[in-house]
């Protein structure tokens, strides 16, 4: 069988089986349960610190009405985070490098954000269409593009997540076979390849830890317009 860079990110399967639903459930399987040992587990204490850390970044910049929705984007930028870095490991899936995954995490949530915005504040949210001093003959031409714009934030959200995973685990790939074939001719040139390869692994992990930040940052930031 000839095998391409593309089929990383093919799902993997075991007697007929896709293995994506074992690769979404591994952030909540290394999470630790709570034990009488809760208050003096280190790592414990480490995932609350760093979790209220990442909750009061998040809701910054949104009023206290949108803290309910504290829970649900602290989960979900946990799960991305996971996820993004254990599909670093050798001989590991990545679920997030699937657009279908990404849109059906985006486009649910971004729904929920403007129907709340049309539940809660109607003439604001429909206001956001329109900005305030248009001429008249640029009305119809301004609503059309802030609709168009509208419907294209989450599959804005769902692209760049793919592409930028996407785009990492192929320069790494692509990386690791320079250094593999010239290994045997050229050590010299394979080992600064190496050391580009080490330096490329540093920043994906950078890129994975970022852009689920950015990715539940946008969506906070479409919930305090609809709030």
Known sequence: MNLTFFDQFMSPQILGVPLIILALLMPSIIF?????????NPLSTLQT?????????LMLPINKTGHKWSIILTSL??????????????????PTTQLSMNMGLAIPMWLATVLTG????????LGHLLPEGTPAL???????IETISLFIRPLALGVRLTANLTAGHLLIQLTSTAVLALLPT???????????????TILEL????IQAYVFVLLLCLCLQENI
């Open 206 to 209: 950078a890129v994975a830890m």
């Open 32 to 40: 630790p349960t709570p034990n009488n040992r809760w208050l003096t």
């Open 49 to 57: 610190w760093t979790i209220n850390l990442f909750t009061k970044q």
């Open 138 to 144: 640029l009305i119809p031409v301004l609503i059309i």
């Open 77 to 94: 930028m946990a799960m991305l985070l996971v996820t993004n870095l254990l599909g670093l490991l050798p001989y590991a899936f990545t």
């Open 186 to 200: 050229m050590m010299t040139l394979s080992v600064l390849t190496g050391t580009i390869l080490l330096l490329l």
């Open 118 to 125: 049309l539940r809660n504040q109607l003439t604001t949210s």
